[in-house]
């Protein structure tokens, strides 16, 4: 049975705010908590209908009807955990670095960890308007790969005007990024989803990218946020 | 004010067999029912809460709480329109075509949608089993693209034995796609969410390719298969 206040604690981290102030974040799904139990992280608590018999005394067997009340999810799986969010650890700009200017989709934000990590992006840098990768549809599109990539929220502005790399951009006039050869210690931001990069982030920009367009028609808009970085990566990877 | 019978055929259309009944599908926000209205296809009726002063006699102008009674979306745009699903066209095999193993995700579907507009993939050959593009999410996802690509659903088994042309097909363990010259007629086959390419469709790949994975664990399973279809169009086009 779980108690009024353990419900209302984990119901609450739906919000970022009661995040920041528990220090906890949801992860749902066995095989995505079965990873993070592998990591670095801390279990602070595990709801399950089905023990996993892991050397947790955090582990608590509880019921579907249960389960239901404090999963996130319209179809809830058969777990649920509670993990510590982990201390800030220092950005390592010896490689290459993604920067996300506001990116506000959560789905957009969980692909972009996967690519990372997918790339071998070990450091990932957002605005403070960036959503937060604690969100739980972020943690449910990472796979487990946030355990796997270091996301510092920073002033961007600030963190790109004293980068001593290169600082890419990627903009709808950039030159063709196809053209280029990539320096593998640099910096590369991407944009809102509506907006694309901010006025004042444009400004400490070095170079702006594009990936060039194929469709006949002038129609297409743009490329999903997480479909080009997925394309740039490979560029700056190949 | 809007009768209970169109009440009932608008929200039917979010099943699939509903609008394969009424020849139907529904689209909903300004900007995106705008830019089919500019395409070939037939509007049916528009409904919005501010007059688009289009040329359409299918114009109802409705309350806001009338919108929100007909909206498949938890925030309501200001406009939704039905308009009429296309007549099936042949699939012209002359360029590069993409073929879909199963997509259950409609995000994933609509981005892959985008993703072949902007690549100009004019082709996209999905198995019976992929999600429809009919499907509102799927719509919703790309951003009036569906106008520019033929999507056409078959036994995707038989249409491939039939190809002329080479068939890539994305699987982990294929080879380098950075080490590899991709012809401009061919087919690039993509697999289900978590299955991958079935083993019937494998049958009939005639390369396999990959995107190297560069993180230094083995612990990133895989790209998702719309991040994975952008890497493989780019680098088929690039």
């Not at 609450?12 to 995505?32: A, C, D, I, M, N």
């Not at 506001?102 to 934000?109: A, E």
Request: aromatic share 8%.
């Amino acid at each position: 049975m779980l108690s009024k206040s353990q419900i209302k604690l984990i119901t609450s981290l739906k919000q970022k705010k009661y995040r920041q102030q528990h220090g906890f974040f949801v992860v749902e799904g066995v095989k995505t908590i079965k990873e993070l139990l592998q990591s670095d992280l801390e279990l602070y608590k595990l709801y399950t209908t089905e023990t996993f018999n892991i050397d947790a005394k955090n582990e608590v067997v509880i019921s579907n009807s249960d389960l239901k009340r404090i999963s996130f999810l319209v179809t809830p799986n058969t777990a649920l955990a509670i993990f510590k969010i982990p201390n800030k650890k220092s950005i390592d700009t010896s490689g290459l670095i993604v920067a996300l200017d506001d990116v506000r989709d959560p789905g957009n934000l969980g692909t972009i960890i996967r690519l990372c990590d997918w790339f071998g992006v070990k450091e990932l840098v957002c605005s403070k308007k960036t959503v937060d990768c604690y969100n739980p549809k972020v943690i449910q599109a990472t796979m487990g790969s946030i355990t796997r990539v270091n996301i510092t929220y920073v002033d961007l502005m600030l963190f790109l005007e004293e980068s001593k790399t290169p600082v890419f951009g990627a903009f709808m006039e950039g030159k063709n990024v196809y053209n280029k050869t990539m320096p593998k210690q640099s910096v590369l931001v991407m944009g809102n989803e509506a907006n694309g990069i901010s006025k004042d982030v444009e400004a400490v920009i070095t170079e702006k990218i594009a990936i060039p367009r194929f469709g006949d028609l002038q129609a297409t808009e743009s490329l999903n946020v997480a479909s080009a970085t997925a394309i740039l990566l490979s560029e700056f990877k190949r």
